[in-house]
């Protein structure tokens, strides 16, 4: 499998540590709704189908990136950086001028 | 001359004679040659013997889809078991066996389970070893009775003992085409992909390029088909785009057009080059795949189908033009399709003599009626083969009319003398690698044959492979599959080569199998019979995958090459559907078998990296015998002559105590946490404040996991007000800083800090001991380090022996201590000007033991005890958690399971029968050493104590702090030891910390 | 000042191995550089970083990296770069020129260690640990990647055509250092 990292470009799975379910949200860091933590910490969508996951690019520029992947043929349709504002460039493209 | 050798032909080079043996007998063949081809010339039918029933068995095929002829390959010691003699190269010096015979080949005493045949059909391991033992000769418990004679007597071949001494490599390629197989359409592909400006590589699993342009005997462009090829061959060596690849298995398409090939570099040399690997393990990522992989030919069901001497009709054809090799003197054909005429063909112009052609059809074209009158064949149209006759080879075949409509037999049987039985039952496009990527195959009824299915990733087939079996249609085929790849279009005027040759239908009747008396073979390799075939339909297996698994059809090398559609086949007609119902079992990787050594590649005898400390070749020069700790390699004992591992420790740590000692220990996990949000950062990360911290200070932090538990502790000490170093234990470094960058990235990207690991860039000292603070200050310049300028958690800058130095007060030993960290292309240096101003003093260098020892003393937590089960609370660290701000962890550390009284808590144990203790042991309220039972906790770390004089353990111990005082009993049955202890504080030693305080 | 003692020292054999007759594929060398410094720009701050990098080594970051034999920068993540020095004193310089409010300057020149394999097979030897693509269309002159070898973290600098900067942990180092010299034996290498 192939994860096109938006900095480095597309890279072996192996370079690339899957983070969790990317649809999780944390509760407030003071919340004390035992509920919302629990269902954070511990409760994991398993669609059969487009799945929202957080992969770290830990053996390249270890940014964590938000990839949508098909669960049933591994297809993967989106990958963004987890950090919103992070430019996304490709060392590809860095080698020509826009 | 060989007997089998003609006279003239052929792609080997006659002026070159290998030597090799077989079964220890000495033969001669050509460079070019496979044992297969060399064997056949020498007149060798006998190849080896089959796995159930111990059948004699010779060639069935001349490439890698033989399933009779494997062999063993020795090498020095070492062998490699089941290779396909079709697919060994000879070289000098070769030394083959033939497998599964005892004692010899030709008289081998299990071919008796031939006469058993009915004992030993589909199912027979389940019917007779599994299930509950009722009786003495049933179930699993006489499987284990009986298990050692059957493994030696079945199976193929044995693996050695001796250690593999060959060298194994990875290589990871990148390119726009790969080309997988090189006959006429790959050929085309690539060159034609190369030509528009494409990277392209081109894997080829024999070692000469070319396919079925080297054996076809055809013309292409007025030139001999194999000479055209070679042609094509240098053009694309040559090409500075390709990169080809001889004796290259593509065994595996995975997701994102990655593909797995094995590439044989050594097996054919007689002496490999230097460095050379022997396999390589290429991991290729192409854009677009070009699957131009062929056809393999299909055997026909029948009778006695396995006798040697009995061959696929073009492996044959192969054997004559390729290899100048004739498989037989007098030969029959026996066929459902044209393909077999042209094999005729060949043979007879490469000298043999062709008895007759059974042909299944009632009527053939005029075409190949003209093909078969020319090689002086009878034809017998509307005929089948019903028995084959002779023993370790073939003397003559039995026919009989036959009704391809109905496969009803009719009239008499005659015989035909020929000591060698060509059989083609039509060809199946080799459709694993598309099929490992995705898609069902779909049938094709006219062809009948599997054909591939729509792509699923970016590959195009060509030639044969997509049923086009005539080579014009190849060419064509691969040269717009090769413009595709490249991203171009094929224009209807584009000059392309064009074979000459008689065309066939290649269409093949509808006929697998011919039912008559006999054991006819499906699977050569597992002994599986149409019989055992229809037997598992009648006992319920109707779905292909249980026919597969039950049987065992199509398992092993095997992977359906050779039985896949026949036994299809005959499912189908047993269960009366038309072959598509049934459906085909999805090809997996491999294609074809693979050393494990080439997936371990690099690694393989050295599995791991070693991480060395600056101070590394220091400890070993000074005697240190070295322990890896994870990666790490790392002192355990600095042993004197003499000592035993315990007397070093001890005396390492009694020294330290009584004076001083030194400890590397730059392997600390270290992370820069820098930026103006790094004290913020520190204070959600970790369970206590680092916000209050001043400059040149340190502080000792835990960290939580989300769930609460406890994740790792350290120091964290501030060197500026935006710049922190933290401090990790060795084993959770990499841990620790994904843990950090995942909620840097994730939850809070809003801070600005940045995180770096730099456990590398700083070589680290720990020295300790009443004597530590004397000997610093001898050699420390630029600093002070007294108590009012290097209080407790104090950090100095200063220098020595002319090194920058940043020196920390902390304490891991218990003792006064003081850690010392310097640039590491220094480490060695600093460390040895605190060697030599630790001299007057009696300074000791100690080891892993020695510090393990008094961090138990102390009662100091490490991975032992943050074990990923234990909370703060259960080591006594709840002082650390604090109720000012929230931190990672803390919403979830206080639900009701973390917090009870009666968890697993952290003790200290001394050992009342003065006996060492062992890590993992248990802890019982009772000793039972016949039938140990209720543990209630376990040992984590345990040592002799200098400091107390006995033996003592850290343990984790069912609400642990209330049995202080307590006996118990250590249960160790593993290791026969069982004792009593005493259950006190984890604080054995100085619990006030008065030493380090100093 | 004391000399800094490189972690491959010890191991280095000058001098040509394996398969070397006819003619080396590659030549082995420690880079040794006196400063390896590694630079995070804040969002929005990416320009001010570069332009700090500017002001003090006189090296012109552009889209992927630059080196010039004496000096040499590149990005390796997002906002991230890695310059190095043949003198020592870079990271003092740095830090004066990239403020807090910019970024962070963070002196790695003892815990990376700089090989630099060079040749006509250089690509071939790196291919055998990185899965990346070593080819000059793909990996341009000066550009810079980061990649694993398995537990072997490298950042990679393209120094010339065929010439790779490898900057691996200095723990790690002389483990690799061994790997890619027996790695390099069937094409030949030299070590200098």
Not at chain 2, 675 to 691: H, I
């Amino acid at each position: 499998m192939l994860i096109t990292c938006p900095y480095c470009g597309p890279r072996d799975v192996s370079e690339f540590t899957y983070q969790g379910d990317g649809n999780r949200e944390r509760p407030a860091p003071a919340s004390q709704n035992l509920d919302a933590w629990n269902e954070y910490v511990y409760d994991r969508l398993n669609p059969a189908g487009d799945h929202n996951e957080v992969w770290q690019h830990s053996g390249g520029c270890r940014s964590h990136l938000k990839v949508v992947r098909n669960t049933l043929t591994h297809e993967i349709s989106s990958v963004v950086f987890a950090r919103g504002h992070v430019p996304h460039r490709s060392p590809t493209k860095r080698g020509s001028k826009a | 001359m060989s007997p089998r050798r003609a006279t003239s032909g052929g792609r080997i080079d006659r002026l070159r004679t290998i030597r090799f043996t077989f079964d220890g007998k000495a033969f001669t063949g050509h460079a070019g040659d496979t044992l297969a081809s060399a064997l056949l010339a020498n007149g060798v039918t006998l190849f080896g013997r089959s796995f159930k029933y111990h059948r004699p068995r010779g060639v069935l095929t001349a490439g890698i889809d033989e399933p009779n002829a494997l062999v063993t390959v020795l090498r020095g010691d070492a062998r490699e078991p089941n290779v396909p003699a079709t697919t060994v190269e000879i070289y000098d010096g070769l030394v083959a066996e033939s497998q599964n015979r005892f004692p010899s080949l030709k008289w081998d005493v299990s071919a008796v389970n031939q006469l058993a045949g009915k004992l030993i059909s589909a199912g027979f391991y389940y019917k007779t070893f599994m299930g509950p033992a009722i009786g003495p000769l049933k179930g699993t418990r006489f499987w284990m009775l009986c298990e050692h004679f059957i493994r030696r007597a079945a199976g193929l071949g044995r693996a050695g003992r001796a250690a593999d001494p060959s060298r194994y490599e990875r290589m990871n390629a990148f390119c726009d085409v790969l080309v997988v197989g090189s006959g006429p359409a790959g050929l085309m592909a690539a060159a034609t992909a190369a030509d528009k400006g494409a990277r392209v590589i081109v894997a080829e699993l024999d070692a000469r390029l070319g396919g079925s342009a080297n054996w076809s005997g055809e013309a292409i462009d007025g030139m001999p088909a194999a000479e055209w090829a070679a042609g094509l061959a240098e053009g694309l060596k040559s090409h500075p785009n390709i990169r080809v690849l001889p004796r290259t298995t593509v065994w595996g398409f995975y997701d994102g057009n990655t593909l797995a090939a094995l590439e044989r570099v050594t097996d054919h040399k007689e002496h490999p080059g230097k460095g050379e690997p022997r396999h390589r393990h290429w991991v290729i990522r192409t854009k677009k795949v070009v699957l131009a992989t062929g056809a393999m030919e299909r055997p026909l069901i029948f009778p006695g189908n396995d006798r040697p001497g009995v061959m696929l009709a073009n492996a044959a054809r192969r054997y004559a033009n390729e290899f100048g090799v004739l498989a037989g003197s007098k030969v029959a054909l026996f066929t459902n399709n044209d393909s077999a005429y042209h094999a005729a063909v060949a043979l007879q112009k490469a000298g043999t003599s062709i008895a007759a052609i059974i042909d299944v059809r009632p009527n053939v074209s005029d075409a190949m009626r003209n093909l078969a009158s020319d090689t002086g064949a009878q034809i017998h149209t509307g005929h089948a083969v019903v028995a084959t006759e002779g023993s370790t080879a073939l003397t003559g075949i039995k026919i009989q009319r036959f009704d391809s409509t109905n496969g009803v037999l009719s009239g008499e049987s005659r015989t035909i003398q020929a000591d060698c039985l060509l059989m083609s039952g039509g060809w199946s496009p080799t459709i694993h690698l598309a099929s490992q990527a995705g898609a069902k195959a779909r049938w094709d009824n006219e062809l009948q044959a599997f054909l591939p299915p729509e792509p699923t990733q970016s590959w195009i087939g060509a030639g044969a492979f997509n049923g086009s079996f005539s080579t014009t249609e190849a060419i064509a085929e691969g040269h717009v599959a090769g413009l595709a790849a490249a991203g171009g279009k094929a224009a209807a005027n584009d000059d392309l080569p064009v074979a000459d040759a008689v065309a066939g239908d290649p269409a093949p009747a509808a006929v697998f199998e011919i039912r008559a008396d006999g054991k006819g073979f499906v699977d050569f390799q597992h002994d599986v019979t149409a019989e055992d075939v229809r037997l598992a339909h009648r006992e319920g297996f109707v779905s292909v995958e249980h026919l597969k698994r039950y049987t065992t059809l199509g398992m092993a090398t095997d992977q359906g090459k050779i039985s896949n559609i026949p036994g299809l086949a005959i499912m189908a007609a047993a269960l009366g559907k038309p072959i598509p119902e049934v459906g085909t079992t999805r090809f997996r990787p491999p294609f074809a078998p693979v050393s494990v050594g080439s997936l371990a590649a690099e690694r393989y005898g050295d599995i791991r990296p070693e991480r060395l400390t600056p101070m590394h070749d220091w400890h070993v020069e000074h005697g240190a015998t070295m322990y890896a700790a994870g990666l790490w390699h790392r002192p355990m004992i600095y042993g004197h002559a003499g000592e035993t591992i315990e007397q070093a420790y001890v005396r390492e740590a009694r020294t330290t105590r009584e004076t001083a000692g030194i400890v590397d220990v730059s392997t600390l996990g270290k992370i820069a946490v820098q930026g103006p949000d790094a004290a913020e950062f520190l204070d959600r990360v970790y369970t206590n404040m680092f916000s209050t911290l001043a400059v040149g200070k340190a502080r000792y932090g835990l960290m939580l996991r989300e769930d609460g538990i406890a994740m790792d502790d350290g120091t964290t000490w501030r060197l500026g007000k935006n710049d922190f170093l933290m401090t990790t234990t060795t084993a959770n470094a990499g841990k620790v800083m994904q843990h950090l960058e995942y909620f840097l990235d994730m939850i809070w990207p809003d801070l600005k800090v940045t995180l770096t690991s730099v456990t590398d860039q700083w070589a680290g000292a720990a020295i300790g001991g009443p004597q530590a603070r004397a000997i610093l200050a001898s050699c420390v310049k630029g600093t002070p380090v007294d108590n009012t300028a290097l209080p407790f958690m104090g950090i100095v800058h200063g220098k020595i022996a002319d090194v920058p130095v940043m020196v920390c007060r902390l304490s891991f030993s218990g003792e006064m201590a003081f850690e010392v960290y310097c640039g590491a292309d220094y480490g060695t240096h600093v460390w040895q000007a605190l060697i030599d101003a630790g001299k007057p003093f009696g300074l000791v260098p100690y080891g892993l033991e020695a510090l393990g020892t008094m961090r138990i003393e102390k009662g100091h937590v490490t991975g032992a005890e943050i074990d990923g089960r234990t909370t703060a609370r259960d080591l006594h660290l709840d002082w650390m958690l604090s109720t000012r701000k929230p931190f990672i962890g803390s919403a979830m550390m206080d639900r009701n399971g973390l917090a009870s009284p009666d968890r697993l808590q952290l003790v200290g144990l001394l050992s009342l029968d003065n006996r060492p203790f062992n890590g993992g042991a248990h802890i019982e309220e009772e000793l039972d050493e016949q039938n140990p039972h209720g543990s209630i906790g376990h040992i984590t770390a345990a040592c002799y104590s200098p400091a107390l004089g006995r033996y003592i353990a850290l343990a984790l111990v069912n609400g642990g702090k209330a049995r202080h005082g307590s006996r118990a009993f250590v249960s160790d049955p593993l290791r026969k030891r069982f004792g009593p202890v005493q259950i006190v504080s984890h604080h054995f030693y100085d619990p006030e910390g008065s030493r380090m305080h100093g | 000042m004391a000399e800094r003692l490189s972690p491959l020292e010890p191991v280095l054999r000058p001098g040509s191995h394996g398969q070397f007759e006819d003619g080396v594929g590659v030549v082995l060398s420690e880079v040794a550089p006196g400063s390896i410094v590694q630079l995070a720009a804040w969002p929005g701050q990416e320009k001010a970083v570069i332009a700090a990098i500017k002001k003090v080594t006189g090296l012109a970051l552009p889209d992927g990296g630059v080196a010039n034999g004496q000096k040499a920068a590149f990005g390796f993540a997002p906002a991230k770069f890695m310059v190095m020095d043949e003198a020592e004193s870079l990271s003092e310089a740095l830090t004066k020129a990239v403020s807090p409010e910019t970024g962070t300057v963070t002196d790695l020149s003892h815990g990376r260690t700089a090989i630099r394999i060079s040749g006509p097979k250089a690509g071939w030897v790196l291919a055998k640990f990185f899965a990346i693509d070593f080819s000059l269309v793909a990996f341009p002159i000066g550009a810079g990647r980061s990649t694993v070898h398995h537990d072997i973290f490298a950042q990679i600098q393209r120094s010339a055509v065929d010439q790779f900067d490898v900057y691996v942990f200095r723990s790690f180092a002389r483990s690799f250092w061994h790997a890619l010299c027996r790695a390099s034996e069937e094409v030949g290498y030299e070590v200098r």
